[in-house]
């Protein structure tokens, strides 16, 4: 409950990957708690701007659809 104050209302609004994730257990959960203080956040990037699909959509199989280009764990190399 913590990690969902923390969190910008105005970002879990607008990403709906933060929405869910933050529900979700530990491994699913740990990328939101980093975010907050990421150089990706720091950029003013949200998690599709890398991870591709659609974050405004609530529904799992829709924001996660590599039809959208999206990609889960990301090889920091690439």
């Known amino acids: 409950m913590a990690a969902v104050l ?3 209302a ?5 990403d709906q990957c933060v929405a869910c994730h933050v529900e979700l257990d530990d491994e699913l959960a740990a990328p939101v708690e980093q975010f907050k203080t990421d150089v990706h956040s720091a950029a003013g990037l949200g998690c599709a701007d890398c991870h591709g699909g659609d974050p405004t959509s609530d529904d799992p199989d829709e ?3 590599p039809k959208k280009g999206f990609h889960g764990k990301l090889d920091p190399l690439d």
């Open 63 to 65: 924001s996660m659809d």
């Open 6 to 8: 923390a969190i910008p």
């Open 10 to 14: 105005i970002l879990e609004a607008e």
